[in-house]
């Protein structure tokens, strides 16, 4: 009787408790002892249900159940293991489901499912579903779903669902969904959604969604959405959505909404909403609206709304509106609001009240000027200081001390 199916085999058959079972050669490759497929091949059986021992995998077809290899197979490698691939140097097949592991590693040509160890590494031409763990580093051409740890690096082809973690490294060619860590970086080609922790770099070509932290940088040539933490610079070429914090700077191509932290700066060639903090500069080209602070200067390309200030100076080639506090210069089209200035206002309108030691409107001024000297050339409230110049008056009220209004 052959229970394999394979031909003419030299079988020595036999009968006991109403069960056929073999022992037999395979061509002097192989020992079966078998029943209907179930039992015991020693060699290069390909095919048994309970358990192969080999000392390389050739002729593998199918496994279910257990697999010991004692050394590397010869290729080409291939066929099916369901269950535990156990391996000297390493198990290897077409496909791996179950447990696999290995001293020198794990491989397999088109996928791997389950649970893998690899003393050096464990690498997959195909996808890998599971729990991979290698010394060296774990590999594969497609995608991952699961966990992969490596020693150094953990590669994956495809899109990633999981966590791809590796003691130098994680890398993926497509996207990762999960988290992404490595003591120098992490770096996908398509976006990072989850989290991304680095000892150096976190780098993402589709943009990054989620929590990513690294000692350098935080680099992405897509939206950053979430929370960024960065020793030296957060870096979006796109926009910045949530907190960001930079011990250098924070700089945003596009627009930035939320929290956004620079050690010296935070710069964005867009727009700005919410709390901007730069300690030598906050610039935003394309305005902005909520609370903006700079240690040196705050900048805006069009409107700077609600809160701003600055040591140094307070600028808007649009309007100021609302509270502005400024050591050195506030300059705007127009101001309106609160504004306190050590130095000097340069405005072409002022709207509400201002302190400073000058005052420069030239237009016109609603409201009041406190200040050492105050110039306006229409007022229309009031001027308050050493001397104060309203040039829509009449001489001799044009320039006079201490007090001077038109209305």
Known sequence: MDPQGDGDRGVVEGREDSFTWAAARR?????????????????????????????????????????????????????????????????????????????????????????????????SEGPIRG?????????????????????LGAVAQGTTRGALIGGLAGVTEGSLDGLGAGFLGVATEGYLRGGGLAGLAVVSQGGIQGLSAAGLGVVSDGPIVGASLSGLSVYSSGPIQGVSAA??????????????????????????????????????????????????AVVSGRDLTGLSAALGAVEASGALTGVSLAGYRTKARNVTGFNG????????????????????????????????????????????????????????FQILPLLNLSF
Not at 71 to 79: A, I, K, S
Not at 91 to 105: E, K, M, Q, S
Not at 344 to 350: F, K, N
Request: a negative charge; charged letters at 15%; aromatic letters at 4%.
């Open 247 to 296: 011990g250098l700077a924070t700089v945003g191509r596009e627009r930035m909404d939320g929290v956004q932290l620079g050690g010296l700066a935070t710069v964005s060639q867009g727009s700005m909403t919410g709390l901007q903090v730069g300690g030598l500069a906050v610039v935003a080209q394309g305005g902005a609206l909520g609370g903006t602070f700079g240690g040196l």
């Open 341 to 396: 200035t050590l130095g000097w206002v340069d405005t072409e309108e002022l709207l509400g009240f201002s302190a400073a030691g000058y005052h420069n409107v030239d237009g016109r001024q609603r409201g009041i000027t406190v200040g050492i000297f105050n110039s306006a050339v229409e007022l229309q409230g009031v001027q308050i200081g050493i001397l104060n110049r309203a040039k829509n008056n009449r001489t001799p």
């Open 131 to 151: 729990i991979s763990l290698g010394g060296l580093g774990v590999v594969t051409q497609e995608g991952l779903d699961g966990l992969a740890v490596g020693g």
């Open 27 to 123: 061509d002097g490759r192989s020992l079966d002892l078998t029943v209907a497929g179930w039992g015991l091949v020693v060699g290069h059986g390909p095919r048994v249900t309970g358990l192969r021992v080999n000392f390389g995998d050739t002729e593998l077809e199918r496994v279910n159940g257990a697999n010991l290899t004692l050394w590397r197979p010869d290729p080409p490698v291939g066929g099916s293991v369901n269950g535990l691939a156990l391996g000297v140097v390493g198990p290897a097949a077409g496909n791996l489901r179950g447990v696999g592991i290995g001293l020198g590693g794990v491989l397999a040509e088109n996928s791997l499912l389950g649970l893998h160890v690899g003393g050096l590494g464990v690498v």
